[in-house]
């Protein structure tokens, strides 16, 4: 496995796997890798004969007051995982070789599905993601890239952009991995403490709530969100950020389930702000 925070490099190593034929399989990550980002990789492997693997955080896409200096960074760790994962190259750069000393003055923005959910709370958070995404996908020049359930709207707004943008890449989503106890499974749980972390289990309880109750015969939202509320809160006291019930191609919020819905919720628990989502389809009920 090469480890490289050269673009030269990266771009060098990707088309030598090319002209031998094998198809680059692509799993952009800000590191502190865990069984999340595994499951990513293995599905890179199981798809792809050339597995980049990128290890950056991305200063654009946290706000002044998030936690971009505190975000781990075990690089050591992370190289060790991906070697024994069969990667074939780790691009590392720096800030620098991503976005220059100046500001930045490009950017690439996906409008209106970035005004919901997360990006309603964390205004210029998915600029920053499709920026960067965009000049990794530009760099490594994958033919799938590979990306987690857990972040749906992240999902959705880099399918639109690549999409929209006549991208030369295929998004492959992969489902969520949960702890045994159901909480996703996220670089930022190491922010919880033991008493933080088991009431965020409230997080996947209330989803199941919702699941429960849609399976149940429920298809009004306002009743299923207030539901979702009452467990969040009994766990949470007062850290939810939203409960959405939502269009999964638009993100606007839904007044009543008819076919497809992302019910999707972001909880601060402590320093740790926590997003999951389930999708429910009531089409063939
Ligand atoms: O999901 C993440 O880890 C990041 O948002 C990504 C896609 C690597 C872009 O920095």
């Known amino acids: ?26 799993v952009p990550t800000m590191g502190a890798l865990h069984v999340g980002h595994l499951s990513l990789i293995e599905a890179a492997k199981a798809a792809c004969d050339f597995v980049v693997v990128s290890i950056f955080v991305n200063p654009t896409q946290f706000g002044p007051a998030e936690d971009l200096a505190s975000y781990p960074r075990p690089f050591e760790q992370d190289c060790a995982l991906c070697k024994e994962q069969g990667v074939d190259l780790v691009f590392a750069p720096t800030p620098e070789k991503m976005y ?69 890449l295929t998004i492959h989503i992969c489902p969520t991995i949960r702890e045994s106890d159901g909480l996703a499974v996220s670089s930022r749980n190491q922010y919880l403490n033991a008493e933080q972390r088991s009431q965020a289990t409230c997080l996947y309880r209330a989803l199941q709530t919702c699941q429960t109750l849609v399976t149940e015969g429920s298809r009004d939202v306002e009743p299923l969100i207030a539901a979702m509320t009452k467990v969040l809160n009994e766990a949470a006291h007062g850290g939810i950020e939203y409960v959405n019930i939502s269009d999964v191609q638009t993100l606007e919020p839904l007044a009543r389930i008819k076919d497809r819905a992302l019910v999707a919720l972001a909880v601060h628990l402590g320093p740790a702000r926590l997003i999951d989502n389930i999708l429910i389809d009531v089409s063939e009920s």
């Not at 030269?8 to 094998?22: C, I, P």
């Not at 970035?114 to 205004?123: E, S």
């Open 1 to 26: 496995m090469q480890i490289t925070e050269s673009i030269s490099r990266t771009r060098a190593m990707v088309r030598a796997a090319r002209e031998q034929g094998k198809h680059i399989g692509f």
């Open 100 to 168: 220059g000393t100046a500001d930045p003055v490009t950017w690439v923005t996906v409008e209106r599905l970035t005004d919901h959910l997360c990006g309603a709370a964390r205004p210029g958070h998915f600029r920053g993601v499709t920026t960067v995404c965009t000049k990794l996908f530009n760099i490594v020049l994958p033919d799938m890239a590979f990306f987690g359930q857990k972040d749906a709207q992240q999902v959705l707004v880099i399918q639109r952009m690549v999409a929209d943008l006549y991208m030369p």
